[in-house]
């Protein structure tokens, strides 16, 4: 989501006419606002958006970009306004072709967390996953690619939209490759922790505690390997890291229960008195939409590492990071 909402920007700045960087930003900011609105979990577009934007500024305070304004300045004094029509156009362009590197350099981070990640598989290992994170898959289809010898646990969502679901595609890709999965339902993950090497998971959104955003559940296998001593590995893009101090659940911002009411009417936590009508969570099938985009938040202290394209990082690194990335 985050990289198709930057395209969808950077399409935006293609065929729209602001003529000056001020309305530009302006622009980007106006339909970031429009985009963060018509999701449920804002977070991961969040985080994406943010970054894209902070980037274009940061690239408008290069060196090349400056010289071009000084240059623009000295020709509109000699030239009159088109000299600023053109310098505008050049700038713009500046502006066009470090978004379209930003995006391709978002698309690169999959391959590049597979390559570090690839050696947290080892011959020998199961590793316990959910949620088909497309990360998680690039990889353990790196390392089935490599010939390690591993099997593979998968938690299935008890959603009913889940439960009717044909095979996962993670399931399909890695059997395709000879690699062993079983999948399990939720209530099985604790029964089954003993006979794990490893839980490795993806993330929606990095928060600035160290703390992820992910998938309803994770906090519970983060909670589960925590009691049985197992590696918790969160693999996970840089540009998902967002600028949100969450404590709790309940500070997430947005109604992570796939409900904008949260833990009330529809949400999560649906309490009620009277016998009839549907269930939150789509047991009755009416709200299964909303059950598989809920999401929790896991705190620092249930992760062991973090790992980016950049590399391995603990939770309490990614201030850091964000420093790096923001400043």
Request: some cysteine; hydrophobic content about 40%; overall charge positive.
């Amino acid at each position: 989501m985050p990289v198709a909402a930057i395209e969808a920007l950077i399409l935006l700045l293609t065929h729209s006419p602001p003529s000056t960087i001020s309305e530009t930003l302006s622009l980007l900011a106006t339909h970031t606002a429009h985009l963060k609105r018509s999701v449920r979990n804002p977070i991961p577009l969040s985080a994406g958006t943010d970054l894209f934007q902070r980037y274009l500024i940061s690239s408008l305070q290069s060196p090349s970009s400056v010289a071009s304004q000084r240059s623009g300045k000295h020709g509109r004094s000699g030239a009159g306004t088109g000299a600023g029509k053109d310098d505008f156009r050049a700038i713009r362009a500046h502006l066009m072709t470090n978004g379209r590197l930003f995006v391709k350099r978002a698309k690169e981070a999959r391959g590049k967390i597979a390559a570090v990640a690839r050696r947290f598989v080892r011959d020998g290992t199961t590793v316990l996953t959910s949620g088909g994170s497309r990360v998680v898959s690039a990889v353990l289809t790196a390392a089935a690619e490599e010939a390690v010898r591993f099997c593979v646990v998968y938690v299935r969502s008890s959603s009913p939209a889940a439960a009717a679901a044909i095979t996962p595609p993670l399931v399909s890709t890695l059997r395709s490759l000879g690699v062993p999965v079983a999948i399990i339902p939720e209530g099985a993950v604790a029964y089954s922790m003993s006979q794990i090497s490893t839980v490795m998971v993806g993330a929606e959104g990095v928060v600035e505690n160290g703390g992820i955003i992910s998938r309803m559940g994770t906090y519970q296998l983060g909670l589960l390997a925590r009691s049985g001593g197992k590696p918790f590995y969160v693999v996970v893009e840089s540009h998902k890291f967002v600028r949100l101090y969450p404590i709790g659940q309940g500070d997430l911002g947005f109604g992570s229960g796939g409900s904008d009411k949260g833990a009330g009417p529809g949400g999560t936590l649906d309490f009620r008195t009277d016998a009839g009508g549907p269930e939150a969570g789509g047991r009755d099938g009416s709200s299964s939409a909303d059950e598989e985009e809920a999401v929790d938040f896991t705190p620092p202290e249930l992760i062991t590492a973090l790992i980016t394209e950049s590399g391995v990082h603990t939770p309490s690194a990614v201030s850091e990071e964000l420093i790096k990335i923001w400043y």
